[in-house]
Nanobody, 115 residues
Framework: QVQLVESGGGLVQAGGSLRLSCTAS????????MAWYRQAPGEQRELVAQ???????NYADSVKGRFAISRDNAKNSVYLQINSLKPEDTGVYYC?????????WGKGTLVTVSS
């Protein structure tokens, strides 16, 4: 069973930055997508940033220009650099990897942005 472990969340003031990391417990034969989602209190989980096949990326409109997704295939890892944080960025951030026909999720890391 593959485990995805996120880290890097925390409490930060508005305008600050964080770098979230997600590492899979093993490598994959074929990765279809790697993504970060977030779930704010009382809200549904939403896609924040994603790598799709062919290396294309897409971002939620609310984070464009502030968030950057990156990956290190050798480390089975995906990262999310979050800059210019806003209080509305508060939530649990989840890593998602779709690979080898399976949809994997981490348990999430909490990001709290104070105003």
């Amino acid at each position: 069973q593959v485990q995805l472990v996120e880290s890097g969340g925390g409490l930060v003031q508005a305008g600050g930055s964080l770098r979230l990391s997600c590492t899979a417990s093993r490598s994959f034969f074929l990765i279809h997508s790697m993504a970060w989602y977030r779930q704010a209190p009382g809200e549904q989980r939403e896609l924040v940033a994603q790598f799709r096949s062919g290396g294309r990326t897409n971002y939620a409109d609310s984070v464009k220009g502030r968030f950057a997704i990156s990956r290190d295939n050798a480390k089975n890892s995906v990262y999310l650099q979050i800059n210019s944080l806003k209080p509305e960025d508060t939530g649990v951030y989840y890593c998602n990897i779709v690979a080898d026909g399976v949809d994997y999720w981490g348990k999430g890391t909490l990001v709290t942005v104070s105003s």
